[in-house]
């Protein structure tokens, strides 16, 4: 079954997101890209999520991060706001999964 989340649920979502920290957030990471790849956030609601994973772009984890690229990349074009700091990752980030998770989103990013 196909459950499309709601504005309320995506806020909700996001907020969990942002309070939490270290394996929490990449939870809410995974959860969040999974219900990207199986079509139940609206790409009006895109927005809201894009916001929170270009904040987690800049975290202090590395694992954030690279799990972040890879959400990033479920978009396709919708993440194209995100791909200055994508490029950015890809060419300076300390952390070789870093690097090659933000180019492989870029790849899927930019062609999509």
Not at 19 to 29: A, F, P, Q, V, Y
Not at 78 to 93: K, Y
Request: net charge neutral; hydrophobic share 45%; with cysteine.
């Amino acid at each position: 079954m196909n459950l499309v989340w709601t504005t309320q649920d995506i806020v909700r979502a996001v907020k969990d997101f942002r309070d939490n920290s270290g394996t929490m957030k990449i939870m809410c990471l995974w959860a969040l890209g999974e219900r990207i790849s199986r079509g139940e956030i609206r790409p009006e609601h895109a927005h809201i999520v894009l916001t929170a994973l270009q904040e987690a772009l800049e975290s202090g984890v590395p694992k954030i991060r690279s799990i972040t690229c890879g959400v990033l990349g479920f978009y396709g074009a919708t993440a194209q706001p995100a791909l200055p700091s994508l490029r950015q990752l890809a060419q300076a980030d300390p952390e070789d999964k870093v690097r090659t998770e933000a180019e492989k989103a870029i790849a899927v990013i930019a062609v999509s």
